[in-house]
């Protein structure tokens, strides 16, 4: 049976990025791979037609508690829509939720989580919510946070930053995942994104490693976005691809905002890195 190897984060930390470099690489052609086909290239868990292949009603009218009871279900059904292991992009944390599995460890191969600095999350994700800064603080510190989607209600649980990250990485789940760093990426794509295919197991070229790169550029993603078009860009943004850089946020946030995300995450921060 085929089985999900999920591409997880918390929100505007590279997973799009990621999916980029995947599909790149992967598809291998001599032209960048196009950013509007990365939805049929990596799956995701709240496409509503898995959900609706196991409701007894329409998709809908189902509630965003109900879209959490049949998250095993419409997983499976994820996890079988092809005859290969394939890569599905997930925001929800591990864990549990109302005594439902979020992710179903049966039909999973293993992750990627990709984690950013929360500082540099904070105005790309403010941005992205349509909040002011210190509203996008207080979400990422909300143990409850989530998302619906616009069109049905299908419930994403996310939660804190930190537990978030954790809840990924400490391995109490025993799933395989393989832990990438944004600011590694960004840094050293070619060792950090090699890595990536070293753990995956997916076969080495360098040149198709380099050429992959460069197609999944920030300059590449956002000359795509601004020629056709992204449609994962929430209708009040301008644009998907704000920056792509590292650091933004120690010289975004004022020192107040910062000491809150310490106070809310310093643990987890400094486990990576993030603190000064």
Not at 64 to 83: F, H, I, K, N, Y
Not at 121 to 136: K, L, Q, R
Not at 240 to 269: C, I, Y
Request: hydrophobic content about 40%; charged content about 25%.
């Amino acid at each position: 049976m085929s089985r999900i190897i999920w591409l997880a984060s918390y929100p505007k930390s590279g997973n799009t990025w990621m999916r980029a470099l995947l599909a790149n690489y992967l598809i291998g052609q001599e032209e960048p791979f196009a950013i509007e086909d990365l939805r049929a290239f990596s799956l995701s868990d709240v496409r509503p037609r898995f959900y609706a292949e196991v409701l007894t009603k329409p998709v809908q009218e189902m509630t965003a508690e109900e879209s959490v009871t049949v998250r095993p279900q419409a997983q499976q059904r994820l996890a079988a829509a092809r005859g290969h292991d394939h890569f599905v992009k997930t925001h929800s944390r591990f864990g549990m939720l109302n005594g439902t599995h979020l992710i179903d460890r049966s039909v999973s191969a293993g992750a990627v989580y990709i984690i950013r600095n929360p500082a540099d999350i904070v105005p790309s994700y403010a941005s992205h919510m349509g909040v002011a800064t210190d509203a996008a603080i207080e979400i990422m510190a909300d143990r409850d946070h989530a998302t619906v989607e616009a069109d049905v209600q299908i419930l994403t649980p996310i939660g804190r930053w930190g537990d978030h990250a954790e809840s990924w990485i400490d391995g109490s789940h025993s799933l395989p995942v393989c832990v990438v760093r944004y600011e590694d990426l960004y840094a050293d794509p070619e060792k950090a994104f090699g890595q990536v295919l070293k753990v995956l197991g997916l076969p080495f070229d360098r040149e198709r490693l380099a050429r992959s790169i460069r197609h999944s550029s920030f300059e590449e993603l956002s000359r795509q976005e601004k020629e056709k078009g992204f449609s994962e860009r929430p209708p009040h943004m301008q644009r998907f691809f704000r920056s792509g850089g590292s650091g933004e946020g120690q010289q975004a946030l004022s020192e107040g905002q910062l000491a809150r995300l310490v106070r809310d995450h310093g643990p987890v921060m400094k486990r990576f890195g993030y603190l000064p």
